[in-house]
């Protein structure tokens, strides 16, 4: 009886820490787009940072990109924070492709889980 109990506990317990140990699922939800660094392996965006990153210009301090999630895909967001200037917000997904604007076709509310992806050094909107 004893063994049969000792047996049972240590098949309850591989199976309970199992059920708790990493998997390729687990790796799966930590990427973006299928990478683990949208910045730097997506090769649009990483192109888009560099130009952003060699914009000397005075406009350039109010230009960052955030990274969210629209209809439960990721997306990216060209934004701007310049208080003198009224624009709209382009949208492009994980392939780099123009979903439209923020203001036209979306509103700031159809987005969720926000975050920033890349400011310039000198960021006036802090």
Do not use: H
């Not at 009886?1 to 240590?10: G, S, T």
């Not at 660094?37 to 960052?64: F, G, H, M, N, T």
């Not at 700031?108 to 920033?116: C, H, P």
């Amino acid at each position: 009886m004893k063994v049969n109990l000792l047996k049972c506990f240590i098949l309850l317990t591989l199976a309970f820490t199992s059920t708790l140990s990493c998997s390729d699922r687990d790796d799966a939800l930590n990427t973006v787009c299928g990478v683990d660094d949208p910045a730097e392996e997506l090769e649009w965006l990483k192109s888009e940072i560099a130009i952003r990153r060699r914009d000397v210009s005075e406009d350039a301090k109010y230009q960052y990109i955030s990274q969210a999630e629209l209809n439960g895909k990721t997306v990216f967001l060209y934004r701007n924070c310049d208080p003198k200037a009224n624009f709209f917000i382009p949208v492009y997904d994980c392939e780099g492709q123009n979903l439209g604007e923020i203001g036209k076709e979306f509103t700031l509310e159809d987005f969720v889980n926000i975050r920033l992806l890349f400011k310039p050094l000198d960021f006036a909107c802090e």
